[in-house]
């Protein structure tokens, strides 16, 4: 395992899709100080706090290189634009090639979450610790919320997960749940059976948020900050994002989520959590399905 140390200075972020991209392709002072000027100005006093430091980059004469290295991470959002998958693909892959000199992380909140933190991956250069995206978090906290439901425990008392895809072949680590230290297949009051309704129901749920309200930015966006928040601060949470695995499980080339230990360096560490060999395999097409997704943009 790798240590790390917390950043030493105020952490900078940027929280972008269009944001990044205009600075990017801002050719002047005056532009740059414009765009920095609006982000401040619609910013809480935390964000123009954490901005202050850029804006006086600038103003020193800083190029935009330097900005961008400034930063101890960017935050790829999905925009309006960015609902078709073409689409989506030629922004991200335009953004995250001029990132090239980035020395934090890059964070992709934007779907399919899988094959836009690979393409991000591959068009920056970056290292594919330094590349994640959201992948599975809302999908694990969505099941031990239901199983805490189910139960009648608090959530953050179960320890269990969803891995692979975010998305239909997502596989939940059934036997690996755990409750206090006992596997939940031997829970009192757990009835395996309902292993399939609860991860189809976990699986659901966004769609069923989707076509109540249009949209599911309230849950991706208290998990993105919760993200940033913990990677910023460089805590070594578990998390199942995702990321481009080199090696792990045996799986090469290809972004889903495993449970990493997620710091200020990234998802440096991937874990290989114990699995049954029907998880394994689903884990292994849930690999499939997202390389033939990203062989067809």
Same mark, same amino acid.
């Given at each position: 395992m790798t240590s790390e140390r917390k950043p030493a200075s105020t952490p900078q972020l940027l929280s972008v899709s269009d944001d990044? #991209?205009?600075?990017?392709?801002?050719?002047?002072?005056?532009?740059? #100080?414009?765009?920095?000027?609006?982000?401040?100005?619609?910013?809480?006093?935390?964000?123009?706090a954490l901005l202050a430091p850029v804006r006086a980059l600038i103003e020193r004469g800083g190029t935009v290189s330097e900005?961008? *290295?400034?930063?101890? *991470?960017?935050?790829?959002?999905?925009?309006?634009?960015?609902?078709?998958?073409?689409?989506?693909? *030629?922004?991200?892959?335009?953004?995250?090639?001029?990132?090239?000199?980035?020395?934090?992380?890059?964070?992709?909140?934007?779907?399919?979450?899988?094959?836009?933190?690979?393409?991000?991956?591959? *068009?920056?250069?970056?290292?594919?610790?330094?590349?994640?995206?959201?992948?599975?978090?809302?999908?694990?906290?969505?099941?031990?919320?239901?199983?805490?439901?189910?139960? #009648?425990?608090?959530?953050r008392s179960i320890h269990a997960q969803v891995i692979g895809e975010h998305g239909d072949s997502e596989v939940v680590l059934w036997s690996g749940a755990r409750i206090g230290g006992i596997p939940l297949r031997r829970w009192t009051g757990w009835r395996p059976e309902r292993e399939q309704a609860v991860a189809g129901e976990v699986r659901r749920a966004a769609y069923e948020i989707i076509q109540r309200k249009g949209a599911t930015n309230h849950a991706i966006g208290l998990v993105a900050a919760a993200l940033l928040r913990w990677s910023l601060r460089g805590e070594r949470r578990v998390l199942t994002v995702t990321r481009v695995q080199e090696g792990a499980l045996g799986l090469d080339d290809v972004a889903l989520s495993l449970p990493c230990i997620v710091g200020a360096s990234g998802a440096v560490d991937v874990l290989e959590p114990e699995m049954d060999q029907v998880e394994r395999e689903a884990l292994m097409q849930s690999a499939d399905v997202l390389r033939r997704a990203r062989a067809s943009v």
């Open positions: 990044v #991209e205009a600075l990017i392709e801002a050719t002047t002072p005056e532009q740059i #100080e414009r765009i920095v000027s609006a982000w401040t100005k619609r910013a809480d006093e935390e964000a123009t900005a961008l *290295a400034a930063m101890h *991470a960017i935050l790829l959002e999905q925009s309006v634009e960015m609902q078709r998958l073409t689409i989506r693909d *030629a922004i991200v892959s335009s953004i995250a090639s001029s990132l090239k000199g980035l020395r934090g992380l890059l964070i992709l909140v934007t779907n399919p979450v899988d094959v836009m933190t690979q393409i991000a991956t591959e *068009a920056s250069g970056l290292p594919p610790a330094r590349v994640t995206g959201t992948g599975t978090m809302l999908d694990t906290a969505r099941l031990r919320q239901v199983l805490g439901r189910e139960l #009648e425990i608090e959530p």
